[in-house]
């Protein structure tokens, strides 16, 4: 009577663990889709574009992220081609001139620094190194959002994209025969 007792609540315990497993990711993240569905191989493929035609440096060195609507509405000023996508983004965005509410995929800690110059000018660092390959894609991914952090999960990597943690940033600093004060990322 004991040992099926025990079994029991093993059982329980057990089962509880694995739902909380499964369950737990998929309740502290929020999902949403980016406000445009946006193709980066159309891009790279027909227009011939560039990573840093886009996601370029500012003079001072920071880097820019997330294009501004000026960047596009240079080529899209009018309809260039016939998708529905992009009649969409014209008529949403360039006419008005309204920007689209893009989510950061990689938002880090207010805490830490990181100098886009200093690894792909200094480090020769391709963008696919941290941020897998995006570049290739024809649809935007979903962005999670932590709902108690705020930060994105992409930080913390998948089988296809490596993570952004201070670990990762670690090892391949060490891989590389670099080594760095705390201060040179953590302001």
């Given amino acids: ?13 057990l089962a509880a663990l694995g739902a909380g497993w499964a369950g737990f990711p998929r309740v502290i993240h929020q999902t949403r889709q980016q406000p445009v569905d946006f193709s980066h191989q159309v891009h790279a493929d027909k227009a011939g574009s560039k990573c840093d ?43 008005p001139q309204r920007e689209p509410e893009w989510l950061v995929y990689a938002r880090q800690p207010e805490n830490v620094y990181f ?3 200093t690894h792909v000018k200094c480090g020769n660092l391709k963008c696919e190194k941290c941020h897998g390959d995006h570049g290739s894609t024809n649809t935007l991914r979903p962005h999670q959002q932590d709902r108690v952090s705020g930060y994105s999960r992409d930080i913390w990597g998948t089988a ?23 201060l040179d990322c953590h302001k």
């Fill in 160 to 182: 296809t994209r490596p993570a952004m943690t201070m670990d990762a940033c670690v090892a391949c600093h060490r891989q590389s025969h670099l080594e760095h004060s705390c």
């Fill in 1 to 13: 009577m004991k040992l099926r007792g025990t079994t029991v609540f093993t059982a329980g315990v």
């Fill in 115 to 117: 100098s886009h110059i």
């Fill in 53 to 95: 035609d886009c996601h370029a440096f500012l003079p001072d060195g920071a880097f820019s992220g997330i294009p501004k609507l000026d960047k596009c509405s240079g080529c899209h000023a009018a309809l260039m081609g016939t998708t529905v996508a992009e009649k969409n983004f014209v008529d949403r965005y360039v006419t």
